[in-house]
């Protein structure tokens, strides 16, 4: 079963561009996260879809993030334009309904898409 | 307050010693609890879940305690293998909350 894979593993743009992550969940699974690792701190949710609907997008930072699902099947999360502090790890993550009682699997990250923003 | 609070460490232990450590977290109502595991540069990989009774999984124990709300992680018989950063995730609704990590180094 191939993982839930990221697009690109590293992108450094300078202040101002414009940068387009994307992200192939697991295949079948509706759930698929956005989360984001910047320096020193932990890990922090974006946002989250059911199939092509945005459930919650509470985490994201401001509006010049942009996620979408078209399809409900990859993703993209487009940042602009970028400010230094948009730096960091982006990870995305997919999982599961398990069974009819609403349990979901474990999240399974991707390998992330480092961001420098310079 | 942050909803996961570990500590940062590091460990530093020799190979073959036990190592243990907690993390505590602020939602009484959180429903599931995991231990992910993260080596350098790394994405976070599942490492176990945390059921209320306990759980071993070969090397590693997890327990949860509800009542004062913290979960802990055991390896026994560490491996060089076994440095990395270990995150603690608690899972609300759908959305997962993670601990700043704690690391742990094994030494030959």
């Known amino acids: 079963e191939a993982g839930v894979t990221q697009f690109p593993s590293h992108s450094v743009i300078e202040k101002g561009q414009t940068v387009t992550l994307r992200c192939d969940p697991i295949?079948?699974?509706?759930?698929l996260y956005w989360y984001r690792r910047v320096m020193g701190k932990e890990i922090k949710f974006l946002l989250h879809?059911?199939?092509?609907?945005?459930?919650?997008e509470s985490g994201m930072p401001n509006n010049r993030f942009l996620a979408e699902r078209t399809g409900g099947t990859y993703s993209t999360l487009k940042v602009q334009p970028a400010e230094l502090e948009d730096s960091g790890v982006y990870f995305c993550?997919?999982?599961?309904?398990?069974?009819?009682?609403?349990?979901?699997?474990?999240?399974?990250f991707g390998n992330g898409t480092r961001l420098t923003v310079t | 307050r942050k909803e996961v609070e570990q500590d940062p460490g590091p460990f530093n232990v020799p190979e073959g010693a036990t190592v243990a450590f907690n993390c505590t977290y602020s939602n009484s109502a959180s429903q599931s609890f995991f231990w992910y595991r993260q080596d350098c540069r790394k994405e976070p990989k599942l490492l176990m879940s945390v059921y209320s009774s306990g759980n071993e999984d070969g090397r590693f124990t997890a327990q949860l305690n509800r009542a004062s709300q913290y979960i802990s992680l055991l390896i026994r018989d560490s491996k060089l293998s076994d440095s990395a950063t270990y995150l603690c995730?608690?899972?609300?609704?759908?959305?997962?909350?993670f601990g700043a990590g704690t690391t742990v180094t094994v030494r030959a």
């Open positions: 879809f059911v199939k092509e609907s945005k459930q919650d």
């Open positions: 993550a997919s999982s599961h309904l398990v069974g009819s009682g609403g349990i979901y699997s474990p999240l399974h």
């Open positions: 295949s079948g699974h509706d759930n």
């Open positions: 995730v608690v899972l609300n609704d759908y959305k997962l909350s």
